[in-house]
């Protein structure tokens, strides 16, 4: 068990979260592993439902699910990697969205627009 607290404006709040495992792991270990589990929910899975909507993504069909996971990755892989605006993932995908030398820059098709 994990038992978290947090204060906000003067309310505590505590969540307690389970996990289970049959490693023989002593506590600073174990701290590590759950950090690192949310190190990934808070840097990947955070940014692909809130920037990429992908919760509420409708494709059931065949591999069609899967293969749109594949471009969100693939696209928030090219927005992390620019570094020439000073924006977020969501900017970022903004400004590829009004300005088109930008988007092509994203995608490697013309190298030095800025």
Known sequence: ???SSREIQGKVT???????SSLKLDVETFARAVRGHWAVENKLHWVMDVCFREDQSRARQGY?????????????????????????IRG?????????????KLLGLLPNAF
Do not use: D
């Not at 505590?14 to 289970?20: A, Q």
């Not at 069609?64 to 924006?87: M, S």
């Open 1 to 3: 068990m994990v038992e």
């Open 14 to 20: 505590i969540e307690r979260r389970y996990y289970l």
């Open 64 to 88: 069609a699910a899967e293969n749109l996971a594949t471009l969100r990755r693939l696209a928030l892989n090219l927005l992390k990697q620019e570094k020439t605006k000073k924006r977020g």
């Open 92 to 104: 970022k995908m903004l400004a590829a969205s009004w300005h088109h030398p930008y988007l092509l």
